[in-house]
T-cell receptor
Framework: SQQGEEDPQALSIQEGENATMNCSYK?????LQWYRQNSGRGLVHLIL?????REKHSGRLRVTLDTSKKSSSLLITASRAADTASYFCATDLQGGSEKLVFGKGMKLTVNP | KAGVTQTPRYLIKTRGQQVTLSCSPI?????VSWYQQTPGQGLQFLFEYFSETQRNKGNFPGRFSGRQFSNSRSEMNVSTLELGDSALYLC??????????FGPGTRLTVT
């Protein structure tokens, strides 16, 4: 089952620009996590935000969570070519049987 | 600490065969989850094991099974392989922080 949905599905920007990705979900969550995947490899955990948190920072990453709108956004500031990857949001559902439910992902391309 | 390791990295099997994939979690992590990733369905949760017990299960047929050993290493098995089982199978281990650490995956091709 698909819970999170990233928007846009693809984004192409120039190095140095900021990239914003949005994620919407359907049911109540314990936490929401963002992951990065480079070209068919394993996923790398970026950041976790709990349902009682509204904003979190980690280096060049900023995540917000709006539980009333069931949405989250990931902002990457001062993007680099190395940020080129697919980004996924994943939700840890309240009372869910699935451990994490992932969205279909968003492809970010950062052009040098 | 060493990361999550998965073996083998690549595998080619024929329809009808069975396959066993292995995952070694990060030392000290007791939870291991398995996911299937395909272009059409994306990332889908298969199951989670914690202390040798299946704690959560996704919506996959009974051909997909798994187990966890006392050292937290986990295996998943797919019997009677179908073409649609071709996918990247990812294993993730987790500590108490709820953050999952993924291995590089096993790329399974069924012909």
């Amino acid at each position: 089952s698909q819970q999170g949905e990233e928007d846009p599905q693809a984004l192409s920007i120039q190095e140095g620009e900021n990239a914003t990705m949005n994620c919407s979900y359907k049911t109540s969550i314990n936490n929401l996590q963002w992951y990065r995947q480079n070209s068919g490899r394993g996923l790398v955990h970026l950041i976790l935000i709990r349902s009682n948190e509204r904003e979190k920072h980690s280096g060049r990453l900023r995540v917000t969570l709006d539980t009333s709108k069931k949405s989250s956004s990931l902002l990457i500031t001062a993007s680099r070519a190395a940020d080129t990857a697919s980004y996924f949001c994943a939700t840890d559902l309240q009372g869910g049987s699935e451990k994490l439910v992932f969205g279909k992902g968003m492809k970010l391309t950062v052009n040098p | 600490k060493a990361g999550v390791t998965q073996t083998p990295r690549y595998l080619i099997k024929t329809r009808g065969q069975q396959v066993t994939l292995s995952c070694s979690p990060i030392s000290g992590h007791r939870s291991v989850s398995w996911y299937q990733q395909t272009p059409g369905q994306g990332l889908q949760f298969l199951f989670e094991y914690f202390s040798e017990t299946q704690r959560n299960k996704g919506n996959f047929p009974g051909r997909f099974s798994g187990r966890q050993f006392s050292n937290s290493r986990s295996e998943m098995n797919v019997s009677t392989l179908e073409l649609g089982d071709s996918a990247l199978y990812l294993c993730a281990s987790m500590d108490n922080s709820y953050e999952q650490y993924f291995g590089p995956g096993t790329r399974l091709t069924v012909t």
